[in-house]
Structures are given as structure tokens and as C-alpha cells.
């Protein structure tokens, strides 16, 4: 039963480098969503999907896109990661609109 | 918009102390309440939660009320273990927005 899973667990990117996070789900949720958590900042939504196919954005999208292109999938892209973009980020997906968030255990990324 | 505030922290009692986390929101309708626990290394999970006013949520000896005149979540335990040590978040839902997190509150529980 492996829930929300997420990949990689951990990267290292230089200021410019690209790279995407993929997150995936075998509970047929229809919602999808990334997160990113900072100290003190708690966590933060980014991007967030209803349904394949669509996507929206949240509190904080900007330097990030995302495609939902699998029910299953959910992906994360950094087109020209920054400083600023050093986080935790987690996936979380959940069946409907009343049900709670399952969540991945989380990507540490480092942009140096 | 709506909005989740919590105590800050961090919390640091002793094994078998009482524990209360502070939870205040400001909502338009009527949310769902959640409090949400993430353990070291580790995503959050689901601690408990209440759909409706005076709704009480359990779990793991964890309780909070949904109480709508002081739009509040409180988190409580009668004694807390040092497995309890934690980031706990209180969050809201409201339709089909997306939940809304308060920042968390880190507690440590020493023996």
C-alpha cells in the first residue's frame, strides 16, 4: 500500500539547473498538491489539480509549473531554479473535497 | 480569505504533562477543522478533525472541539509521551478550496 509517493528524496541543484519532482498516487484520488514548507512559514500551497488535466495555482506559483497529464501523476517543475526555491517540498492527494490530505513524505531540494 | 492561526512555538513539557495548542480561524461559510501531525523525516498525517460545530475529534489520546462561537480548534492531551514530540499543524477546508495550514507548532516532550 504505498499511498503518495514521491521522487526524488533529495537533490542538489545549482542557481539555473532545471529539474522536476514527480509525484504519484495509487488511491485513485481526483485532487493533487504541492507544497512547500520553510521555517517558520508552515506550509505553503504552490500548484493544485482537481482532476487530470487540470491544474491551478496557489499561494505561491511563481519560478514553478506543474502538468497533470495521469490521474496518478502530479509533477513539479523548476525551469531555472533559484536560491530562494531551498525547501521541502510535499505532494498530497485526497479523494474529494471533504476527504483529509494523504501526504508524500516529502522532496529536500537545495539550490546553491 | 481564510486563515489559520496557531500558537507558536516551540512547546517543551516534561512526560505526562497536559498539553493544549492554541487554534483560532477565520472562515467565510462553514469549514472543516483538521489537525494534522508530522514526525521527524516524515510527511503529515491526519491526526483528527470535526466537520461541524461542537463536533470533538480523537485520536492517539488527542482531542479538539470544533467550537464555533470562539472560532476555535483547540489541540489537547491529558499526558503527553515523548513519542508525542512533533510539529502539529491545525488547517481548514471550506468547499473545494484547497486546506489552509497554520505555520505549526513544534513540541518537545523530554522524560
Known amino acids: 500500500n504505498a499511498g503518495v509517493t514521491q521522487t526524488p528524496k533529495f537533490r542538489v541543484l545549482k542557481t539555473g539547473q532545471s529539474m522536476t519532482l514527480l509525484c504519484a498516487q495509487d488511491?485513485?484520488?481526483?485532487?493533487m498538491y504541492w507544497y512547500r514548507q520553510d521555517p517558520g512559514m508552515g506550509l505553503r500551497l504552490i500548484h493544485y489539480?482537481?482532476?487530470?488535466?487540470?491544474?491551478a495555482k496557489g499561494e505561491v506559483p511563481d519560478g514553478y509549473n506543474v502538468s497533470r497529464l495521469k490521474k496518478q501523476n502530479f509533477l513539479l517543475g523548476l525551469e531555472s531554479a533559484a536560491p530562494s526555491q531551498t525547501s521541502v517540498y510535499f505532494c498530497?492527494?485526497?479523494?474529494?473535497?471533504?476527504?483529509?490530505?494523504?501526504f508524500g513524505n516529502g522532496t529536500r531540494l537545495t539550490v546553491t | 480569505g481564510d486563515s489559520v492561526t496557531q500558537m507558536e512555538g516551540p512547546v517543551t513539557l516534561s512526560e505526562e504533562a497536559c498539553l493544549t495548542i492554541?487554534?483560532?480561524?477565520?472562515?467565510?461559510?462553514?469549514?472543516?477543522l483538521f489537525w494534522y501531525v508530522q514526525y521527524p523525516g516524515e510527511g503529515l498525517q491526519l491526526l483528527l478533525k470535526?466537520?461541524?460545530?461542537?463536533d470533538k475529534g480523537s485520536n492517539k489520546g488527542f482531542e479538539a472541539t470544533y467550537r464555533k462561537e470562539t472560532t476555535s480548534f483547540h489541540l489537547e492531551k491529558g499526558s503527553v509521551q515523548v513519542s508525542d514530540s512533533a510539529v502539529y499543524f491545525c488547517?481548514?477546508?471550506?468547499?473545494?478550496?484547497?486546506?489552509?495550514f497554520g505555520k505549526g507548532t513544534r513540541l518537545s516532550v523530554i522524560a
Open positions: 498530497a492527494s485526497r479523494s474529494d473535497s471533504n476527504s483529509p490530505l494523504h
Open positions: 470535526a466537520t461541524k460545530a461542537d
Open positions: 492554541n487554534c483560532t480561524y477565520t472562515a467565510t461559510g462553514y469549514p472543516s
Open positions: 488511491m485513485n484520488h481526483e485532487y
Open positions: 489539480s482537481v482532476g487530470e488535466g487540470t491544474t
Open positions: 488547517a481548514l477546508i471550506t468547499g473545494n478550496t484547497p486546506l489552509v
